[in-house]
């Protein structure tokens, strides 16, 4: 069982930075690969960044590339979302998602990801 915790979220002001972490609560990331997903009020859930940890490969969707930025704390068996100047469209619950790594490339479908966290809300006021 892959359990996975995110945290770090909460209300920001527009222009600051964030970075949300993701836990697994038991067991290492070293077969996984591992991905953020955000959602925002109304909207479908979007891909926003993948890493490979044992490759430690960080992959951005193009459309989140020079804000966002996904990396791996091998030491505390973390990976990291940083987020900077904030906008108030990157208000949603941000998931951190996990599947077996197989040798492939990122994925950026979450139906390609069997293990899910419970998310961490953003809010980014104006």
């Known amino acids: 069982q892959v359990q996975l915790v995110e945290s770090g979220g909460g209300l920001v002001k527009a222009g600051d930075s964030l970075t949300l972490a993701c836990a697994r609560s038991?067991?290492?990331?070293?077969?996984?690969?591992i991905a953020w997903f955000r959602q925002a009020p109304g909207k479908e859930r979007e891909f926003v960044a993948a890493i490979s940890w044992m490759g430690n490969a960080p992959y951005v969707a193009d459309d989140m590339k020079g804000r966002f930025t996904i990396s791996r704390d091998a030491a505390k068996n973390t990976v990291l979302l940083q987020v900077d100047s904030l906008k108030p469209e990157d208000t949603g619950v941000y998931y951190c998602?996990?599947?077996?790594?197989?040798?492939?490339?990122?994925?950026?479908?979450?139906?390609?990801?069997?293990?899910w966290g419970q998310g961490t809300q953003v809010t980014v006021s104006s």
């Open positions: 038991r067991g290492s990331f070293i077969s996984y690969n």
């Open positions: 998602a996990a599947r077996v790594r197989n040798g492939d490339g990122p994925r950026t479908s979450g139906e390609d990801y069997r293990y």
